[in-house]
């Protein structure tokens, strides 16, 4: 049974640095047949893809244009996780953050607890 | 980026009605079309995959149907537990979008 289990703080400060960690348990973060992703879920845009990180033959990224010049995701193999890291955070990337699994036929089958991040001094 | 949109925004409907939400994208998506079912607090649940694949363990009375453009969602006879919001998502391209969601209530 595949499971996601989200860490990270809570409240960031702006212009800060927001960073989360997404643990894979029943699968591999460097499985060739599937994909992680970050999503975020906010009343004012809704559910928001951020980017997604898989292994095939070598790594590849995505990144959404909204946030491409302040992100990074990155997998861990050696804990078998891989993180969220968004820069120069403002209060309007206040949100529930979402990790979740992407299958071969491109459907969101697994998804972590999300996580309420608040940015404010 | 494609654009998803859905309608109605919201429905109240009784227990045991069938119910229909539509969800349009701005380009031919061919069959690259999911449902998700969110709960208040909880993560999105895949409900249909590939426009019209029930995901494994869910009742029979989920259904979807479509292709290019315009997909539904079905619900066959609606159940207390049905109570939920419902989001589209097309994965034919990226970024990959979400509709705004349909906010199911019961009667």
């Known amino acids: 049974q595949v499971q996601l289990q989200q860490s990270g703080p809570g409240l960031v400060k702006p212009s800060q640095t927001l960073s989360l960690t997404c643990a894979i348990s029943?699968?591999?973060?460097?499985?060739?047949?599937?994909?992680w992703i970050w999503i975020r879920q906010s009343p004012s845009r809704g559910l928001e893809w951020l980017g997604r990180t898989y292994y095939r033959s070598k790594w590849y990224n995505d990144y959404a244009v909204s946030v491409k010049s302040r992100i990074t995701i990155n997998p861990d193999t050696s804990k078998n996780q891989f993180s969220l890291q968004l820069n120069s955070v403002t209060p309007e990337d206040t949100a529930v953050y979402y990790c979740?699994?992407?299958?071969?036929?491109?459907?969101?089958?697994?998804w972590g607890q999300g996580t309420m991040v608040t940015v404010s001094s | 980026d494609i654009q998803m949109t859905q309608s109605p925004s919201s429905l109240s409907a009784s227990v045991g009605d069938r119910v229909t939400i539509t969800c349009r994208a701005s380009q031919s998506i061919s069959s690259y079309l999911n449902w998700y079912q969110q709960k208040p607090g909880k993560a999105p649940k895949l409900l249909i995959y590939a426009a019209s694949s029930l995901q494994s363990g869910l009742p029979s009375r989920f259904s979807g149907s479509g292709s290019g453009t315009d997909f539904t969602l079905t619900i066959s006879s609606l159940q207390p537990e049905d109570s939920a919001t419902y989001y589209c998502?097309?994965?034919?391209?990226?970024?990959?979008?979400f509709g705004p969601g349909t906010k199911v209530d019961i009667k």
């Open positions: 979740a699994r992407v299958r071969g036929d491109d459907a969101f089958d697994i």
């Open positions: 029943g699968d591999s973060v460097s499985s060739n047949s599937v994909a």
């Open positions: 998502q097309q994965s034919y391209s990226t970024p990959l979008t």
